[in-house]
């Protein structure tokens, strides 16, 4: 299978979904090799960086893409297998943002309490080990930790032509994120407009559950995926698949109607997947999901559900494709 190389210029970043044109047209079946810039836009270098002074609110979450996927119609769905994520990077940063994060008030949680301190930290990459070391900036404590890649924004331009930040997660996708969305999981994602115009960036070398601070260890980024079309039987909210479980995600304020989303979503699919009556479902999934938050932080917060397909009889969502991808991704490594 060839693959595609693409490593976008500064001028060619998009910073919305929707409202941008296309980077590049690609035919379904295509692997793509992705280079993506780290949230910041590659601006906190060192620990002497600080937000409120180098970031540009402009330009932060910089997207590859969009790319337009012939033949991709509003009600199809769009297929994101992902090979292989590799650090593009020897180092990624993480920071406390002023007024930004889990843990402070925001413009939205407004409290009588100060910023907590513009920080950075520096992660250097050690590539033999595989691992990021934490230095605290206050103590003398190192921790290597593994590399974990994921990337935190993947999604399609929105429906009815809106325009949404890339900082935004919705149902279109956008800024999940979850560690989940990792090498070996299917995206699925419901087309919205003529091409699906997807795109992904935001790479992270690690991130624990629910992003607290509002930064994960942010890098720069080599996605290896491959890109699929099924025609109709689009998802409301993004799906995910890999070999150990089936997920959905929900997205919104506050997060129990995140939680709520994913829960239909799966009771829904399950449905689908069993050919379960919505009720028996319902209490099938009360007794065996697990409900990692992804994020608490963005512009909405998302909730992925998950059940784990070792529980449960083997079925195949859109004609086992998943499985297929994992087949035709094993020739590229």
């Known amino acids: 299978m060839d693959v595609v190389e693409v490593t976008p210029t500064f001028e060619q970043y998009a910073y919305t979904f929707g409202g941008v044109a296309p980077l590049m047209r690609i035919r379904p079946g295509t692997a793509l090799r992705v280079w993506s810039e780290d949230a910041f836009n590659g601006a906190l270098r060192s620990t002497k960086?600080?937000?409120?002074?180098?970031?540009?609110?402009?330009?932060?979450?910089?997207?590859?893409?969009?790319?337009?996927?012939?033949?991709?119609?509003?009600?199809?769905?769009?297929?994101?297998?992902?090979?292989?994520?590799e650090p593009a990077r020897d180092w990624g940063a993480s920071a406390t943002i002023p007024f930004f994060g889990g843990l402070t008030s925001t413009a939205v949680t407004a409290t009588l309490q100060e910023a907590l301190p513009d920080t950075t930290w520096i992660y250097e990459l050690d590539r033999a080990a595989n691992t990021v070391t934490f230095a605290a900036r206050h103590t003398d404590l190192e921790i290597a930790l593994p590399v974990e890649p994921m990337l935190g924004t993947?999604?399609?331009?929105?429906?009815?032509?809106?325009?949404?930040?890339?900082?935004?997660?919705?149902?279109?996708?956008?800024n999940m994120d979850t560690p989940q969305m990792r090498p070996g999981t299917t995206?699925?994602?419901?087309v919205n407009v003529e091409g699906a115009l997807f795109s992904i960036g935001d790479g992270h070398?690690?991130?624990?559950?629910?992003?607290?601070?509002?930064?994960?260890?942010?890098?720069?980024?080599?996605?290896?995926?491959?890109?699929?079309?099924?025609?109709?039987?689009?998802?409301?909210?993004?799906?995910?698949?890999?070999?150990t479980h089936w997920m959905t995600v929900g997205s919104s304020r506050p997060l129990e109607d995140a939680w709520r989303i994913g829960q239909v979503e799966l009771v829904r699919w399950f449905r689908d997947l069993y050919g379960l009556d919505p009720m028996d479902a319902y209490q099938l999934l009360s007794q065996i999901?697990?409900?990692?938050?992804?994020?608490?932080?963005?512009?909405?917060?998302?909730?992925?559900?998950?059940?784990?397909?070792?529980?449960?009889?083997?079925?195949?969502?859109?004609?086992?494709?998943?499985?297929?991808?994992?087949?035709?991704?094993?020739?590229?490594?």
């Open 187 to 190: 995206c699925f994602l419901g």
């Open 205 to 243: 070398y690690r991130q624990g559950e629910g992003e607290a601070c509002g930064t994960a260890v942010e890098g720069a980024m080599t996605t290896t995926l491959i890109v699929e079309l099924i025609k109709g039987d689009a998802p409301a909210w993004p799906r995910l698949e890999d070999d």
């Open 154 to 174: 993947v999604g399609v331009a929105p429906m009815g032509g809106e325009v949404r930040s890339s900082l935004v997660p919705e149902r279109f996708g956008g």
């Open 49 to 85: 960086d600080l937000s409120s002074d180098k970031v540009d609110l402009r330009f932060i979450n910089p997207q590859t893409g969009p790319f337009h996927v012939e033949g991709a119609e509003p009600g199809d769905t769009l297929a994101l297998h992902f090979v292989a994520m």
């Open 289 to 333: 999901s697990e409900v990692p938050i992804a994020n608490v932080v963005d512009a909405n917060y998302s909730a992925v559900v998950k059940a784990r397909k070792s529980l449960l009889p083997r079925a195949t969502a859109y004609g086992g494709l998943h499985d297929d991808l994992r087949r035709r991704a094993a020739t590229l490594l």
